[in-house]
């Protein structure tokens, strides 16, 4: 049976679910465009969507990075909203790259979401679960667009036109999601604009490094998690936080957590230090992402993958093989070839863009100053692969043909 939205949607497959709803593809039957159908059912005991669906309609004008909504409506068991859809978020990205983002994706992907968080919060919003689910890269033409999403926890911080700041308040439950919750989060203060940027520096910590100190934390109940992760919060200060990262992941931490409760962040500034040191690395906003780079490593190694291997010849083995010996074998070879053939072209790719592939270097703590940062070019440019030139060349075409 076909399950249609307002007369003018239809659903289709489920392509996500959150916290809070599930979210299915659709299409426009008018338009013929795909659409994203949020749906929650009116059984939920915190319903929030048609709460999301009105600071939709503040912060969403049509700008960019902010998906449009089509339409809001309460049926018969439950309630949907359709937007725009948009593509893989930054935590399935940051999966597909190996968990690690090289500087120059970092500070790309930086300036956008600065300038998304400074947007909602000129909307008088505060976005309040900033983390890199919800931040969603756009689909064709804007698939280099970073859009946030999902403002089920957003809040109003001051009044429309006065601008006066709502007033300070404690003991306050905590909203949003613990390991990127600011410090004064945890200690149950009002949330405000600082402490949307001080989650978004976790964020850039954690694409950098891979992790942050307080994943992974044991405890037996919800309250004891939180107490532990505020805790290592507590110790680890920002010099060893940002430890082995250039000095400005310093300097972004230092300065929003030393923000006044309703102060205006100088959003300029934060994004003016990450562009400075890419100038001085000579990077350019070129939207070559680590991922549109590795999709064509990955494209390469499928297509080698397609050529067939020499098949073991169970009777020339001594003492012969059997079947089942044979063909484990022989998947042990495939994922092995696998292996390398993905390490060889990696290596070429990044013998290509060596200026594009700087990275953290685990383990290290002094704050590499740039000429050490572009040392690693160096190397990159000298890793040997077994690898032909045509490699080289069809990366290129790749490359050439995404633009
Ligand atoms: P919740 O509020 O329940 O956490 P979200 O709004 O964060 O739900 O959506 C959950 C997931 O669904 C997202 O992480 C994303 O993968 C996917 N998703 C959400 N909105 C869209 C969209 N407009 N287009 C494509 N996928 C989406």
């Known amino acids: 049976m076909e399950v249609k939205v307002g007369k003018r949607y239809r659903v289709g497959r489920r392509i996500g679910g959150g916290s809070f709803g599930e979210i299915y593809h659709g299409i426009d039957l008018i338009s013929g465009e795909e659409i994203a159908i949020k749906l929650e059912s009116s059984e939920t005991r915190h319903p929030q969507l048609e709460y999301e669906s009105r600071v939709y309609n503040f912060v969403s004008d049509g700008s960019m990075g902010i998906p449009n909504i089509r339409m809001f409506e309460r049926g018969f068991g439950y309630s949907a909203l359709v937007m725009d859809l948009l593509g893989p978020s930054l935590e399935d990205l940051f999966n597909y790259c190996h968990r690690s983002f090289s500087y120059k994706t970092i500070f790309m992907l930086a300036w956008q979401m600065i300038a998304r968080v400074a947007y909602v919060h000129g909307k008088s919003f505060l976005h309040r679960d900033i983390k ?27 009044d429309f036109n006065s601008h006066r700041h709502n007033p300070r308040k404690t003991h306050k439950s905590l909203v949003g999601t613990a390991r990127y919750a600011s410090v004064n989060t945890h200690f149950g203060i009002e949330q405000s604009r600082r402490d949307d940027l001080e989650s978004l520096g976790y964020v850039l910590v954690y694409f950098a490094k891979g992790h942050l100190p307080w994943q992974g934390l044991r405890a037996t109940t919800k309250k004891q ?179």
């Open 225 to 403: 998690k939180y107490d532990r992760i505020l805790q290592r919060k507590l110790c680890i200060t920002t010099d060893i936080l940002c430890e082995g990262l250039p000095s400005q992941f310093v300097a972004y931490m230092g300065y929003v957590r030393s923000l006044q409760y309703d102060q205006r962040p100088d959003y300029v500034y934060l994004e003016q230090l990450f562009k400075n040191l890419s100038e001085q690395l000579n990077y350019t906003n070129d939207y070559l992402f680590d991922w549109s780079i590795y999709r064509y490593t990955k494209t390469l190694v499928a297509e080698e993958r397609k050529k067939p291997i020499e098949p073991i010849i169970a009777s020339r083995e001594n003492p012969p093989l059997t079947e089942q010996k044979r063909k484990e074998r022989e998947q042990e070879r495939e994922l092995e070839r696998h292996f390398t053939m993905f390490r060889n072209i990696k290596a070429l790719t990044l013998k290509k863009f060596p200026n594009s592939f700087h990275f953290y270097i685990p383990g290290d703590t002094h704050n590499p100053f740039t000429d050490e940062i572009l040392a690693q070019t160096v190397k990159n440019e000298n890793l040997v692969t077994i690898y032909p030139e045509r490699y080289l060349l069809a990366i290129d075409q790749g490359i050439a043909k995404m633009r």
């Open 132 to 158: 890199p689910e919800n931040f969603l890269l756009g689909t064709g033409r804007r698939a280099n667009i970073v859009n946030l999403i999902d403002f089920g926890l957003s809040k109003k911080y001051r």
